[in-house]
């Protein structure tokens, strides 16, 4: 080998002495910056030129370089590229960077870590570095777009009192769980309310079955391990984070103002006698204007080696674009490590709370309808401050429901967990783990006197009405693992891990309301006031409670082995049993087993200049769903009539469902080949994936004969979907040129989903239907799920036209034009799909000195959107109710009552500027106060780009109910925010 590269060296030598008489000779040292360990076969190259050559054994190399030549660029499979200015030198000790720490990367992968390279599951991990930058309303926004495969949609927009709904890779039950699985810190099903975006160190994504099996039960919609920031050794640190947001109407409806609706009187389109006499805009008068929401983070961290802390409290008030329509939180999260007995004994504890108050009466979907369907010439306001109410369809003044209603919710949430670890000998380790989850809301309601529900001439008399209701829920787990970690001969690694778990989830509710109030002095607080109690031509008084709990226990086992730090192989096994299965089928099993192969380090890979490294990824696992609702295996006891005795009258009881010995776990199983890849040095790195997965016992409630069934449904295993696609993930260095850097990531994925089986020979359903279309008129469901269909199918009529007097004309199935009256069920089809066939997202981060830009863009591509605003207010016959725009000029045609057909399915595909963040980080001089200081600036929402004419096409899209753009809706917004960072 070394005559071999010498006599290369000597033969370059020659050649480049022919060419120039004025090279000169350099020399030099190649190293590697971690153990300044010489690294042989380091190609060293003169920038621009073909002029190259390696580094021997020792890590040296000499080279005759050209007269004139300016850099050297030295690059070697794992290591970063670097270039070295030449100048007058002539020896270089050069020491290069390794480029494997990402392989080396630590991820969470269940109950245990693992690193990146030994993966061989469908495993996405996120760190804090890589987080959408600003101001969030849950801490899924910090990742949204970040994973392929995983849909995050917020479908209320910013409304502080909403949820993100959450979905991974498509549906995967019709009446269980369709959400991942939520560990924080290891507790399954934890609370989001309990971590802040400055609180989160990662997020783990466990997308495929092979990976998600651990989790069993709970896993079949996928995993998400949300790992928070811990205590570290070293000196005292605090940080300090806050930003001010705030919202702004992105686009509102355009509907008719007070000018154009009078401009339709003069055409005789519209009564005179609907000119109320004045001008408004609803909309205008709903929205919070001065809406600004704050936030503020301290955390303190500090401690040794062998005992360590850290602390964090937050406060934040967020306000959402809608009036009365708000949410005050604040918290805070304490985590406490601790290492004893020489190193044999662990200890850690986190403790978390948050305490919120939400203001829950405006921003309903409701009020949003009234502001575009009330007549805008219609007052608001009475001269003596009473409220203007009309009397059109569906009406309701909303601004009297936000002066005489009280909505709000108070809510305490909190948190432990302690984690015990015994080293029994070395390489056996014995962990218990404990934790308690408990979550309280006490809502409260009330209707003054004033209200226009409670009007003199209602049921309710001119009293008023008022309900509360108290939720409370825990959560206990105990969990106990035996870890066994063995190398041996330097190439085989072997690791088991053995556990065994325990989970008892129940919850209470209450609830109470009266009415007969004839103050309002008391609100809410003296229920016992009101007269409805004695006086029975009032509405009855109600009052409710309940309380259900289920038990989930489990053993579990999952095996790794490594060769040569190339070959890889995962087995898993959980068994677990669940109350809420029948009695025949309360444990289930699931398995899972994955292998990697390291391509990229066999020879013939390695080779391959371009290829800096290379996985196969081969995964299959089975997951189940216990997600649904407790006691639906047996009987259960429900209320009757009532029966006079003595002048006594006695309630009776009788069987509440049928009961089902033989229910059992929905079931997945699922295949994932991916391919990890690192391309030009790893300027490129990335994964693919390709999946296919199958869930089948599907549970819904079936049509049951009696006898010899008690009640007319049962809960039953019948159905199966499958799902299908493929996800890429890409990262790369685009550009480093001295003080400037430029990356790029992107991720994208499609989906396809089908029901391929709803009936069998006992149990059977043709279709079911989703998403009934509201009245006037009895539209129907909108969408239709039927066997051998694809899931979000919109079914309907196919528009043919107008006739000249502007009625419908549909298609029928012979294809001939019919009005909408001779329409019948054998001539619907369907007409439109409301799933995102594909999905993408792309991030540019540009970096110059302390300055750095982040431009992300999403977009949804290959679905439809039901536009049923126009359905509805784009239709003439909906005064005199106020209209769109679009009726008198798109739909100025139509003179006929709504129908639900393919005319107003519309194209939803859209882009996004969803983030765009502007940062400084200012040069600190050392001292002995502040360590770093960062401000930044970023704009949400920005820029939508769409052929859609509605409001937002970024619609529901997870479930079912897909691409509905509904009647009453949540404004959405652009926001900005301004924030600061600091490190003391």
Do not use: C
């Not at 309303?137 to 849909?151: E, H, M």
């Not at 109690?533 to 053993?555: C, H, Q």
């Not at 992107?746 to 391929?756: C, D, H, L, V, Y």
């Amino acid at each position: 080998m070394i005559r071999k590269f010498t006599l290369t060296l000597f033969l370059l030598g020659i050649l480049s002495l022919a060419v120039t008489a004025q090279n000169r000779t350099i020399s030099g040292k190649v190293t590697d910056d971690r153990d300044n360990a010489p690294l042989p076969g380091v190609t060293v190259t003169v920038k621009n030129s073909t002029v190259a050559t390696q580094t021997n054994e020792e890590g040296t190399f000499s080279l005759q370089v050209p007269q004139g030549s300016e850099t050297l660029v030295f690059s070697f499979i794992g290591y970063h590229k670097k270039e070295v200015r030449i100048g007058n030198q002539s020896q270089f000790d050069v020491s290069l960077e390794s480029n494997e720490e990402a392989l080396d990367e630590v991820v969470v992968v269940g109950y245990g870590t693992m690193k990146k390279k030994e993966i061989t599951s469908a495993v996405t991990s996120v760190k804090a570095k890589d987080f959408n930058p600003g101001g969030t309303r849950s801490p899924l926004d910090l990742i949204q777009g970040k994973v392929a495969g995983l849909v995050i949609t917020r479908t209320q927009g910013n409304n502080p009192n909403s949820s993100a709904a959450v979905q991974m890779r498509g549906v995967s039950s019709i009446n269980g769980t369709r959400s991942p699985l939520i560990v924080i810190d290891g507790i399954p099903g934890g609370n989001l309310d309990l971590v802040q975006q400055d609180d989160i160190e990662s997020f783990d994504v466990l997308k495929d079955g092979s990976a998600a099996a651990i989790y069993g039960t709970r896993a079949n919609a996928g995993v998400i391990l949300i790992t928070t920031k811990k205590g570290k050794s070293g000196a005292s640190r605090f940080d300090y984070s806050t930003y001010a947001q705030r919202e702004y109407v992105d686009r509102k409806p355009d509907y008719l103002t007070a000018t154009d609706f009078r401009d339709l009187i003069k055409k005789g389109l519209i009564n005179s006698s609907e000119d109320l006499g004045a001008s408004t805009d609803l909309y205008d008068e709903l929205i919070n204007k001065n809406n600004l929401s704050q936030y503020h983070n301290l955390s303190a961290t500090g401690g040794t080696e062998k005992s360590n802390y850290r602390a964090a409290i937050y406060y934040n008030d967020a306000y959402g674009i809608a009036k009365q329509n708000s949410r005050e939180q604040f918290g805070g999260r304490i985590n406490v490590n601790q290492v004893g007995l020489q190193d044999h004994l662990t200890f850690s504890a986190n403790l978390a709370g948050n305490f919120n108050k939400a203001n829950l009466l405006g921003g309903q979907n409701g009020d949003f309808e009234q502001a575009v369907q009330r007549n805008p010439t219609a007052p608001l306001v009475n001269a003596d401050g009473s409220f203007v109410e009309t009397q059109a369809f569906n009406n309701y003044n909303p601004l009297s429901r936000l002066a005489n209603r009280i909505n709000e919710r108070d809510q305490q949430t909190i948190s432990a967990d302690a984690k015990l670890g015994i080293k029994i000998i070395e390489g056996l380790n014995f962990d218990t783990f404990i934790s308690y989850l408990r979550n309280t809301y006490n809502d409260r309601y009330y209707r003054s006197t004033r209200d226009w529900d409670q009007r003199l001439n209602s049921s309710y008399r001119g009293m008023a009405y008022a309900s509360k209701s108290n939720f409370m829920e825990y959560t206990k787990t105990l969990e106990s693992t035996l870890n066994y970690t063995k190398s041996f001969q330097d190439k085989h690694t072997l690791t088991a891990l053995a556990g065994y778990s325990y989970q008892y989830y129940t919850y209470e509710t209450f609830n109470v309301n009266n009415n007969g109030f004839t103050t309002d002095g008391f609100l809410d607080w003296n229920l016992g006031a009101g007269g409805a109690i004695n006086n029975t031509a009032l509405p009855r008084p109600g009052m409710g409670s309940g309380k259900e709990d289920n038990t989930l226990v489990a053993f579990f086992g999952r095996i790794n082995y490594s060769f040569a730090d190339k070959y890889f192989a995962q087995a898993i096994l959980r068994r677990e049993g669940s109350s809420r299965f029948g009695a025949n089928h309360k444990w289930g099993n699931f398995p899972a087993f994955s292998v990697g192969w390291q391509l990229g380090e066999e020879d013939f890979i390695k080779n391959i200049d371009a290829i800096s490294s290379l996985k196969l990824r081969v995964g299959y696992g089975v997951t189940g769903n216990q997600g649904i609702p407790n006691y639906q295996s047996v009987v259960t006891l429900g209320t009757g009539g009532v029966y006079p005795q003595d002048g006594v009258y006695y309630q009776t009881y009788g069987p509440g469902r049928n009961p089902n010995p033989d229910l059992k776990w929905e079931q997945k199983q699922e295949i994932n080949i991916g391919l990890d890849f690192g391309l030009w040095d790893n300027v490129i790195t990335g994964s693919l994936d390709v999946y296919n997965r199958t869930t089948k016992d599907l549970l819904h409630n079936y049509n049951a004969q009696q006898p010899p069934y008690v009640t007319g449904s049962i809960f039953t295993n019948v159905g199966t979907i499958r799902n299908h696609g493929v996800e890429l993930q890409l990262s790369a260095q685009a550009l480093r040129k001295g003080d400037f850097v430029w990356n790029i990531d992107f991720t994208g994925n499609t989906q396809n989903n089908k029901i391929t089986k709803l009936s069998n020979e006992i149990f059977q359903a043709n279709f079911l239907e989703f998403y009934g279309l509201p009245s006037p008129g009895n539209l129907g469901n909108a969408i239709r799920l039927e066997e051998g269909g694809a899931v979000g199918n919109f079914y309907g009529k196919r528009f043919a036209g107008f006739t000249d007097d502007g009625k419908w004309l549909f298609y029928k199935a012979d294809g001939s034009k019919v009005p909408a009256s001779q329409i019948n069920n054998d001539d619907l089809t369907i007409i439109g799909n409301g799933v995102p066939k594909l999905q993408l997202a792309l991030n540019n981060t540009f970096i110059y000195k302390n300055f750095d830009l982040s431009i992300f863009f999403r977009g949804k591509f290959g679905f439809d959107i039901l536009n049923t605003k126009e359905l509805y207010f784009g239709n003439k016959k909906w005064l005199p109710n106020n209209l769109l725009k679009s009726a008198i000029t798109t739909h100025d045609k139509l003179n006929d009552d709504p129908q639900y057909s393919d005319y107003y399915i519309e194209k939803g595909d859209f882009v996004k500027l969803d983030n765009l963040t502007l940062g400084y980080n200012a040069p600190i001089k050392t001292n002995k106060y502040v360590r770093n200081v960062r401000i930044y600036v970023t704009g949400r929402n920005l820029l939508t780009f769409t052929g859609y004419s509605g409001i937002d096409p970024e619609l529901e899209d997870t479930g079912f109910s897909t691409g509905v753009d509904g009647r009453g809706f949540y404004p959405r917004t652009k926001s900005l925010t301004l924030g600061l960072n600091v490190g003391f």
